[in-house]
């Protein structure tokens, strides 16, 4: 299965900035998914993303406070924007590989906004 | 719409125990049903899989049976070690009815597993 970096893996962010992260994947994959895990809940998707196309976002997500990139098969990124402290939770990237159960996921970025 | 339901946690057992996480879902389609781990510090891990009814999936001593009739996959494992402290998620991911999927995986809540040694 595809293996993934996730960077950074923690970051503590004052309100009202951004934070970019990065997601690279040592193979060509088809589909990469964002999703968000906040403090005691399960994942929520929040885009889809392919490459060279627009996001596609999940409802209650926007692309004003989420953009997506998607630059290349091996790499995309997510920026949380004009952060407040709700966007406090961990962030995962996971791409679809070879095969139909291909699902990885990377490690995570734990976001703490104060 | 799809939905997975897990019981809720934590639940802390003693090393050697008997574990189930019961697992319950609602699907429109035809459903996959996954059990992913949580190690701590670490992102999420397939820890196996089932895609068709009256299917199990097996990995490291742990098992689940896709039983169609009562929508269910409970994650067993019969006697539980103290590096099996995780948190442990159902899933499922829908086929449509020309067999091909969008790709989106829904999860439960998750499920906190502590072992005590």
């Known amino acids: 299965s595809a293996v993934i970096s996730q960077k950074p893996s923690r970051d503590i962010c004052q309100r009202g900035t951004s934070l970019t992260i990065q ?11 964002w999703y968000r895990q906040q403090p005691g809940q399960s994942l929520t998707l929040i885009a889809t993303a392919n490459q060279g196309s627009e996001a596609t976002y999940e409802s209650g997500f926007v692309i004003d406070k989420f953009p997506i990139s998607r630059p290349n098969l091996t790499f995309s ?7 407040s402290p709700e966007d ?13 159960y291909g699902y990885t996921f990377g490690s995570g970025t734990r976001l703490t906004v104060v | 719409g799809n939905s997975v339901t897990q ?28 059990w992913y ?11 196996l899989k089932a ?5 199990k999936g097996s990995n490291k001593g742990f098992e689940a049976t896709y039983r169609k009739e009562t929508t269910s996959f409970h994650l067993e ?11 442990y998620f159902c899933a499922l991911k829908v086929l449509d009815a020309g067999g091909t999927s ?16």
């Open chain 1, 23 to 33: 997601c690279q994947v040592d193979s060509q994959v088809t589909m990469m998914f």
């Open chain 1, 77 to 83: 990124t997510l920026t949380v924007s004009n952060m």
């Open chain 1, 88 to 100: 406090s939770s961990i962030y995962l990237c996971s791409v679809r590989g070879q095969g139909f």
């Open chain 2, 7 to 34: 019981m809720e946690g934590p639940v802390t057992l003693s090393e050697e125990a008997f574990l189930t996480i019961n697992c319950t879902y609602t699907a429109t389609g035809y459903p996959s049903l996954f």
């Open chain 2, 37 to 47: 781990v949580q190690y701590p510090g670490e992102g999420l891990q397939l820890l």
């Open chain 2, 51 to 55: 895609t068709k009814a009256d299917d």
């Open chain 2, 77 to 87: 494992k019969g006697s539980v070690q103290v590096s099996d402290s995780a948190v």
């Open chain 2, 102 to 117: 969008y790709g989106k995986l829904t999860f439960g809540q998750g499920t906190i597993l502590t072992v005590h040694p």
